[in-house]
Every structure is written in C-alpha cells, then in structure tokens.
C-alpha cells in the first residue's frame, strides 16, 4: 500500500509543482525562470542521493527515521510555496489577486483534454515520448545482457558495473545541459523550438542504430535521449502550461503527468511484448521507434502551431 501510494505522490507532487509554477509566473518569466528551476531539481536529486549513504553510516539511521527526515523537508517545501504564493498575491493587480482566489470550475482534466487541441496534441506527445523511451531503455537492456553473456564471468558485475557508468554519465550530463544550454535554447529558439531538440535527436539515434546495431551507439543513444530528455525537454514540457488557463494547469496537467505519462509504459509493455511474440529483431524494434518518432514530430508540429495561435492572441 506504501509503495503504491508513493508511486502516485511522486508523480502528483511534482505535476502540482510545476501546475503552481505556470499559475504564478508569466509566459517571459517562465522561459526565464524555469530553466533555473530545472537547475534546482537536479542538484536536489543529487543531493537526495548523497545524503542517503552518510545518514546511514553515521548516524546509523533506519527507513523510518529517513522517512521523517524527508516529511520534515516536505514541511519545509510547503512553508516555501505558502511564502511564495503570498508574495506573489501581494505583488499582483486586484484583478490577478482576485482570479487566484476564484474557485476553480467542476470540469475534469480528462473532459479539458478532449475538448481543446493544445492540450490533447500535449498529451500524445508525452505518450510517443514514453514509448520511444522506455522502448530504447529495453533495446539498451538486450544489448547489455547479449555482451556480458560475450565476455563471460560474474554476468550481474558486469551489468551493474554497465549501468553505475550508464546512469552517472547521464545525471551529469543531465545537470550541464541544465545548467548552460537549457535557458539558452530557450532563448534563442523559443518554447516552439526547442520543443523539437529531442525528437530530431532520437530520429537521427534509432536510425543510426538501426543501421549499425552495436552496443557503443545505442549506449550513446540513449545516454543522449535521457540526458536532454531530464534537462531540455523536462523544462519545455512543462513551459507548454504557461499559455494556458488555471483550470488546465491544475487538472489536465495533472491527468496528462500521471495517466498519460503511465499509459505511455503500459503501451510500450504491449508493444515489447506482441514484438517478442512475433520475433521482432533488435533492428526492427530500433525501426519502430523511428516511425514513432516521426508520429512524435507531428505532434510536436501540431503543438508549435496551436501554441504559436495562443501566444499571438
């Protein structure tokens, strides 16, 4: 029941965060402010990470003293938004001041989505980019396991050994992109242009891959797709809200972040599966992804246009 229940708040906490973060700042401070948030997130998970491991050795603390710990800093993290949004009320016209105050209407998230085009184009992105994702994750899998079977030995070292290396050189460069080229893509190219930074790479990856099926290129693939997904398109995604009213903010956000980003792994689970069932080979599973990758350029095409139309009103 904990672990369910964590799954759900994972997911929910951060979609109202960023829910909160588009309701209080506007379009320009967004493409501004964001990427410096996205700073913030991965030095906390780096943070979180570390932390874990001295606590433990030092203070020999158990999971539930640890589970204190981060209740208190949620704590914190509530007094935070308390301040912000009071200050944010205060600094605001009556007009905006009194609009944060109005209750929001009865309409659900999934009844917003179907109803406007923006956010149902947003939605099937984040499913495409899902199945592209995990599809390449269960690629990168297959061929770990083919070459620790090559090379013989202790199997599970191996692939540990693989996906320590895999997953540091991802966080870190993760965290540089954040750092030095998130805010100046925005800048240059805009929310609309850097949404197509990662579906071009990916396209330009899996064709590769399909071509030359070795290790060393889907490895570099994905250590590629995920680090701009977790930096570049992790902020993008989320300064797509900006132009959007409050209710989409709080409620087809919020549907989109959990059922839709959930529905993408589930779709990919069947899509591994009736592969495998009908002997689909690691180049034709890389060929997919590149057809779905073509499918997710044309979302993104649909979303550059419906956002470019909002923007301009």
């Known amino acids: 029941i904990f672990y369910i229940w964590l799954g759900i708040f994972n997911t929910f906490m951060v979609s109202q ?3 909160f973060a588009n309701d209080i700042y506007t379009e320009d401070q967004g493409k501004r402010l964001f990427p410096l948030i996205g700073v913030g997130m991965s030095v906390g998970a780096w943070l979180g990470a570390s932390m ?3 606590l433990i050795k030092k203070y020999n603390l ?3 003293a640890l589970m204190l710990i981060a209740a208190a800093i949620l704590l914190v993290c509530l007094g935070l938004i308390l301040v912000v949004n009071a200050r944010e009320i205060r600094m605001a016209t009556p007009e905006a001041a009194r609009k944060s105050k109005t209750p929001l209407g009865k309409e659900g998230g999934f009844q917003l989505i179907l109803r406007d085009r923006y956010l149902f184009w947003i939605a099937i992105l984040v499913v495409l980019l899902n199945v592209v994702n995990t599809t390449g994750e269960y690629l990168l899998g297959k061929f770990v396991v083919a070459e620790a079977a090559r090379i013989g030995g202790d199997s599970k070292a191996i692939v540990g050994q693989f996906y320590g290396y895999f997953y540091s050189t991802v966080n870190l460069l993760g965290f540089l992109l954040q750092a030095l080229a998130t805010s100046r893509i925005l ?6 242009g850097a949404l197509f930074v990662l579906p071009v790479l990916a396209l330009i990856s899996y064709s590769v891959l399909a071509l030359v099926p070795v290790l060393m290129i889907v490895r570099w693939a994905k250590i590629l797709e995920n ?7 992790n902020t993008v995604r989320h300064a797509l809200w900006l132009p959007t009213t409050r ?3 709080y409620k087809a956000k919020a549907a989109i972040d959990t059922f839709f980003t959930r529905g993408g792994d589930v779709l990919q689970a069947g899509v591994v599966y009736a592969g495998t069932a009908i002997g689909m080979s690691i180049t034709g599973f890389a060929w997919l992804n ?4 073509l499918v997710w350029l044309l979302a993104a095409t649909r979303i550059y246009a419906e956002h470019r139309r909002r923007t301009a009103l």
């Open 62 to 64: 158990g999971p539930y």
């Open 52 to 54: 874990v491991s001295p």
């Open 227 to 233: 680090s701009t997904d977790y930096s570049i398109m």
């Open 17 to 19: 965060f960023w829910a």
């Open 187 to 192: 800048r240059i190219a805009g929310v609309r």
């Open 290 to 293: 590149v057809i779905l990758t």
């Open 247 to 249: 209710e989409a903010k």
